[in-house]
């Protein structure tokens, strides 16, 4: 696919994988036209100033290196912060008292109508997603806005589509098979191998094959799978599909051990929740920014620990994030819903208000963290691929943030202030 940024030679890769920007520093001039080359986006982009040759070192005080992009294909694409930062759109509902987090402005609202209007169009004629008494919840979802503000630098609605229609299979079979529409954790493994084999094909026997074929067919989650990953398979490299592939996997198995722990009526201590919860979170969304963005960020430093700590703090917060706007929510659904102030009250012994406000000290250590290695990480390996896909992961924490934060129907928060 087309790729808005010039492609490394493949014989530096390998080099700039274990060494970062080693082979970058030696030729500051090269790295400056090809910075600028990477942020090309829609027209009437402003062009990047040439970067200092000289990289610094990341330290605490470091201003928001990866500060997610403020509008589309503007302010977003500097390497650095503007002296002062863009007022936001006014938006709808309240952020958390005391959570760490980045306003940012309304999402393009031509873009956020029309990804509404395509994906209500795809989860109906396509793969009759829901029935109509479900048709309420579906629009209050919001995905069209959730997705437009978590990638504003998509270059086309093609590629927000991508995001989007994963996204809500992704929503049908949390709902389907573990939450609110049915679900459940008694036989939930048998129920995520059957569907994620819509994402990782089977391969059998010319006998048996026509009856997996038919089973992707069988009920919505696995139809929204199958047809969400085709039209993903068919813009992301192979490299970009089975990292997808990957991620999900991690997804599923966050999903058995919830169950299993609703199945035995545990409660976890608290560092065994955050660990569910860093395989059962966002992370599939975060981890393709680059094909939402047009763009490929190479498997081998995709693959860099140091990336893959980035991408799991980001994972993280934005999953704390969401336990903590969907509190009232769960404790008014039946049963009981664990998320990170149920199980600091339940295992450290603390009122529910001190559980919730401890929680948001958790999700701040966890911002503030993925914001330090984010930033070591962009100052160690300049390389615009890098550069690029880390201020896209930075851009999905804002902008997932601020869909929690208006989602005022689905959302409010507890009276603890």
């Known amino acids: 696919m087309p790729a808005p940024e010039p492609t490394l030679p493949q014989s530096s890769l390998p080099e700039a994988a274990a060494h970062f920007g080693a082979y970058v520093l030696a030729d500051a001039a090269a790295r400056a036209r090809d910075i600028t080359a990477a942020t090309g986006g829609p027209p009437g982009t402003p062009a990047l100033p040439a970067p200092s040759a000289e990289v610094p070192a990341p330290s605490a005080g470091l201003d928001r290196v990866l500060r997610g992009p403020t509008g589309l294909g503007t302010a977003g694409l500097r390497l650095t912060l503007p002296e002062e930062p863009q007022a936001p759109a006014a938006a709808q509902g309240t952020p958390i008292p005391g959570l760490y987090h980045h306003p940012v402005p309304e999402p393009d609202p031509v873009r956020v109508e029309e990804v509404s209007r395509r994906i209500k169009s795809w989860a109906l004629d396509e793969v009759s997603l829901y029935p109509d008494d479900w048709e309420e919840e579906f629009d209050g979802f919001s995905v069209g806005r959730y997705m437009v503000g978590c990638h504003p630098d998509a270059p086309t609605i093609d590629h927000l589509m991508l995001a989007t229609r994963l996204m809500v299979a992704e929503n049908a079979v949390d709902d389907c098979y573990c939450e609110d529409h049915g679900g459940s954790p008694i036989g939930l ?106 763009y490929e960020l190479p498997a081998d430093l995709h693959a860099q620990p140091a990336m893959q700590k980035v991408i799991a703090l980001a994972g993280n917060a934005t999953t704390i994030v969401n336990d903590l706007y969907s509190y009232t929510k769960e404790l008014d659904a039946p049963g009981r819903h664990l998320n990170l102030p149920v199980v600091i009250a339940e295992r450290e012994g603390l009122s529910d208000r001190d559980a919730y406000l401890k929680s948001v000290e958790v999700h701040n250590d966890l911002m503030h963290d993925f914001e330090t290695e984010a930033a070591a990480l962009a100052a160690d390996c300049p390389v615009p691929s890098v550069q690029r896909f880390l201020r896209g992961v930075a851009a999905w924490v804002d902008g997932n943030h601020h869909w929690h934060q208006t989602n005022t129907y689905r959302y409010s928060l507890p009276d603890f202030w």
């Open 189 to 294: 493994g048998e129920r995520l191998l059957l569907a994620h084999t819509a994402l990782d094909p089977l391969h059998t026997t010319r006998e048996y094959q026509p009856e997996w074929a038919k089973s992707l067919h069988s009920d919505a989650p696995r139809r929204a799978y199958r047809s969400a990953m085709e039209y993903f398979a068919q813009t992301a490299s192979a490299s970009q599909t089975d990292r997808f592939r990957h991620d999900m996997a991690r997804l599923h198995m966050g999903y058995l051990a919830e169950a299993a722990w609703a199945q035995q009526d545990h409660v976890p201590e608290v560092w065994e929740y955050l660990a569910m919860r860093q395989f059962n979170n966002f992370r599939p969304c975060p981890t393709i920014t680059d094909t939402v963005g047009g």
